[in-house]
């Protein structure tokens, strides 16, 4: 899987028909959580990608409908001083699901991998470990009956910057900008390399990833909610 080549400029097309295709997969989203929480299933859908790529918005649209009771949505950021005294998988551990739930995570474990090994937060000592102790601990989980998906929404630096620009201009949006996103944008070319060591290593049949094209919210939100469908199905 390469991250170059997909490309992220991908439309979803018309509109209406847009919305009617959104819908129906929301519905049938809804019936399968209901299905898995009746029989215990539990499933992990991970969302990574660049910085206002639509990460929380592909997140709502996906839970538009599912019954809150069976469900969890974890944002994650920096981990807090009691989370750093333990190994950094510990914090995720305690959140991943119980019998009938999806948990989602808005950001992971992947964090060690990606923002941790570019910004200097892991020494490279602890993020080169990070892929095999990434993989045991989502093998663990799958192999007691987690079913797994991993999204990373893919846009391209145009994209990331007019949305930026929209952020600053917008008084309801600009919380969501700070800093670190323009520390991370001056980074692109190391977070581009430490994106694809990610998917070549950690990209296995029992947890998949998906890099979906993102520059359209639209086209970003459906293939979100088909690939659910698939794994609740």
């Not at 809804?30 to 299905?35: A, C, V, Y």
Request: some cysteine; charged content about 35%.
């Amino acid at each position: 899987m390469t991250l170059a080549a997909v490309d992220p400029s991908v439309s979803a097309g018309e509109h209406a028909k847009y919305e009617k295709t959104l819908k129906a997969l929301q519905e049938r989203v809804f019936e399968l959580q209901i299905q898995n929480y009746l029989a215990g299933r539990k499933a992990v859908i991970v969302f990574e990608g660049w910085d206002a790529s639509g990460k929380g918005g592909a997140i709502r649209r996906l839970t538009t409908l599912m019954d809150p009771r069976g469900y969890k949505v974890w944002p994650i950021s920096s981990p807090s001083e009691e989370e750093r005294r333990h190994h950094y998988l510990w914090r995720f551990w305690r959140k991943t699901p119980g019998a009938g739930e999806v948990c989602m995570f808005d950001r992971s474990w992947y964090g060690r991998v990606l923002v941790e090994r570019v910004e200097g937060f892991a020494k490279p000592a602890e993020w080169r470990r990070a892929y095999d102790e990434i993989n045991a601990f989502e093998h663990m989980l799958t192999a007691d009956g987690v079913r797994m998906v991993k999204f990373f929404i893919h846009i391209d630096k145009k994209t990331q910057l007019q949305r930026f620009r929209e952020r600053e201009a917008d008084p309801a949006k600009r919380y969501k900008l700070g800093p670190e996103d323009w520390r991370n944008r001056a980074k692109w070319k190391k977070y581009e390399a430490a994106i694809q060591e990610m998917l070549d290593r950690t990209h296995r049949p029992d947890a998949p990833w998906h890099v979906v094209p993102g520059n359209d919210k639209r086209y970003s939100r459906l293939e979100v909610l088909r690939r659910c469908v698939e794994l609740l199905s």
